[in-house]
């Protein structure tokens, strides 16, 4: 579309395109930035000449565009004058409709959530009654089924008779798996009491067998004492009296050997007879023990420990028994045909005793002699 009052400046357009469209001017020198400046003004002047002719053209177009629009405000506001009350007429009873639509819907909602809260309670029973008794479980299930199910559910009805079934189901296994859990509890409690008396009356055993071992020891030692003492006494009394004295103090020296020997075989008979009835009665006890407590690690790995100090007691009994043998095997060897024969062979060894490097060997030697010969 032209418009003629812009033609002059559309005109002019061409040329002024021609004459500075890309020119680039000399700005950082005197002459050209004159130039530069006298060819802005030039087409600013046209410029603003344009606008200035298209604010002078279009007042009369404002003006009656103003006049359209007052008019059209002015028709409107009497129109919606006669339109506004029909229209609220209108929207206060559609809102009236709609309030008592979703009061409707509220209350159908209400009435359904509550049936379905009924029911709800109802199955939430085995979840909310988890970890009772049995006894107390009993006690659930009855109240449980005496929860009426009636017309008041309406057409829940039918659902609340299946989940209270269901409900009654679900207990009536809780009722079962917990029974089960409580007596096998009393059984495994059971188990473990009688497990920690077998264990006190073993470390009761074990205590009297070392306290037996200690005495045993004692008594050895004590022998031995006793024979190494009886030896000094003899060198002594070898050097102080005549062959009748030291005859004398050996029989005597015989005499409590023989005695301790007695006293330490009926000792070791004791308690070796102790021993074999508390071995016995512990490997039933044991076995009876395994047994019970097969599924229980823990205690079959005390049961192990048991069998294990047994185990230690027999190897320390078999030590014994050898000790034992050697001895009776180092009496035999040093046993004499007569105990003229011995005495010869002990006053022999006494009175040479300083040609032997080991004094102490011999004077055992001389003991071993006495306690077999004498």
Do not use: C
Request: hydrophobic residues 35%; aromatic residues 2%; glycine residues 2%.
């Amino acid at each position: 579309m032209e418009i003629v009052e812009y033609s002059k400046t559309q005109a002019v357009l061409g040329d002024l395109r021609q004459r500075y469209e890309g020119v680039v001017y000399a700005v950082t020198t005197a002459k050209g930035m004159i130039d530069a400046r006298k060819a802005r003004s030039e087409i600013r002047e046209w410029r603003t000449g344009l606008e200035k002719e298209r604010v002078r053209i279009k007042a009369p177009a404002l003006e009656r565009a103003r006049l359209i629009d007052s008019e059209a405000k002015r028709i409107t506001a009497e129109l919606l004058n006669l339109e506004g009350p029909i229209d609220d007429q209108i929207k206060d009873e559609e809102e009236r409709k709609e309030k008592e639509r979703l009061a409707k819907e509220e209350a159908e909602k209400t009435r359904i959530e509550t049936l379905r809260d009924r029911i709800r309670a109802i199955s939430e029973i085995p979840y909310k009654e988890r970890g009772r008794t049995a006894a107390e479980i009993s006690i659930i299930f009855g109240s449980t089924g005496a929860i009426s199910i009636d017309e008041t559910f309406q057409e829940f009805q039918q659902e609340a008779q299946m989940v209270k079934d269901g409900v009654l189901g679900e207990l009536e296994k809780m009722y079962s798996e917990t029974l089960v859990m409580e007596q096998e509890k009393i059984r495994i409690i059971a188990e473990r009491e009688e497990l920690v008396r077998l264990r006190a009356e073993h470390e009761d055993w074990e205590r009297e067998a070392e306290k037996t071992r200690l005495e045993i020891e004692a008594k050895a030692k004590a022998a031995r004492e006793a024979d190494e003492r009886v030896a000094r006494q003899e060198r002594e009394a070898e050097e102080r009296a005549m062959v009748e004295e030291r005859a004398k103090i050996e029989a005597e020296r015989k005499a409590s050997l023989d005695r301790i020997a007695a006293e330490r075989d009926a000792e070791e008979k004791r308690i070796a007879a102790e021993r074999k009835v508390h071995e016995d009665k512990m490997k039933a006890q044991a076995e009876d023990a395994v047994k019970k407590q097969r599924e229980q690690e823990a205690d079959q790995a005390e049961i192990n420990r048991q069998k294990a100090a047994l185990e230690r007691l027999r190897i320390e009994q078999s030590v014994q028994a050898k000790l034992l043998s050697e001895r009776r095997k180092k009496l035999a060897e040093a046993r004499r045909d007569t105990p003229g024969k011995a005495l010869q062979d002990i006053l022999e060894l006494a009175e040479n005793i300083a040609e032997y490097p080991d004094h102490q060997a011999v004077r055992a030697q001389i003991a071993l002699i006495a306690e077999s010969s004498l």
